[in-house]
């Protein structure tokens, strides 16, 4: 099973840029990487996943290390509605889409 | 166009008991995983169905059981029910069942076990 590390909490200001880091050092070279973000009373939501390159979207940006054992995913402009748990996790080709979950980032959002 | 729906929304059983939760995918997805979310922690993965059959398992008991139906619908089933059981099952919906496809997941269904 995939294992990830993330800081338990991180704190922003509004419309300001956000970095939110996952340690996965056990990733093999075949595994995707997956954020998503889970707000109160909600389903997790998925927010961006890549292989290697960095990747956009409308919602945000992830950055992956040359060696892949770490990735950054970035907020540009923070606003309250990101307030929420982000978690990342990683999948390889046999999983069939089976995500494993850590505890994630608690990411408070100040007006 | 409707994503993942569940029910019920909440449920509250006692020891022993047995409860079935449904789940139906977003429009156009064949693949249904099952999760369960104890407070405080993230989604850790049950099982998952695709072509009505069981795909993929997790570290979870016998008592833990599923089903899809030609509709692409599922139900996870649960007997025995311990307190321990008490959670957020939380359905997701993928189009296939590979490591690079995004899941969409439902609100949940809030079980709890006295």
């Known amino acids: 099973d995939a294992k990830t590390t993330q800081p338990n909490s991180m704190e922003s200001n509004e419309e300001e840029p956000v970095h939110l880091p996952c340690n996965h050092s056990?990733?093999?070279?075949?595994?995707?990487i997956h954020w998503y973000r889970q707000l109160p009373s909600q389903g997790p939501e998925y927010v961006i996943h890549g292989l290697t390159s960095n990747v956009n979207n409308r919602m945000a940006s992830l950055a992956i290390a040359e060696d892949r054992k770490s990735s950054t995913l970035i907020l540009h402009r923070a606003t309250l509605r990101d307030a929420a748990v982000y978690y990342c996790?990683?999948?390889?080709?046999?999983?069939?889409?089976?995500?494993?979950f850590g505890q994630g980032t608690i990411l408070t959002v100040h007006p | 166009d409707a994503g993942v729906t569940q029910s019920p929304t909440h449920l509250i059983k006692t020891r022993g008991q047995q409860v079935t939760l449904r789940c139906s995918p977003k429009s156009g997805h064949d693949t249904v995983s099952w999760y369960q979310q104890a407070l405080g922690q993230g989604p850790q993965f049950i099982f998952q169905?695709?072509?009505?059959?069981?795909?993929q398992r997790g570290n979870f008991p016998d008592r833990f059981s599923g089903h899809q139906f030609p509709n692409y619908s599922s139900e996870l089933n649960v007997n025995a029910l311990l307190l321990g059981d008490s959670a957020l099952y939380l359905c997701?919906?993928?189009?296939?069942?590979?490591?690079?496809?995004?899941?969409?997941f439902g609100s949940g269904t809030q079980l709890s076990v006295l």
């Open positions: 056990t990733i093999s070279g075949t595994d995707y």
């Open positions: 996790t990683h999948a390889g080709g046999t999983s069939y889409g089976k995500l494993t």
């Open positions: 997701a919906s993928s189009s296939y069942p590979a490591a690079n496809e995004k899941l969409f």
């Open positions: 169905y695709y072509e009505e059959e069981e795909r």
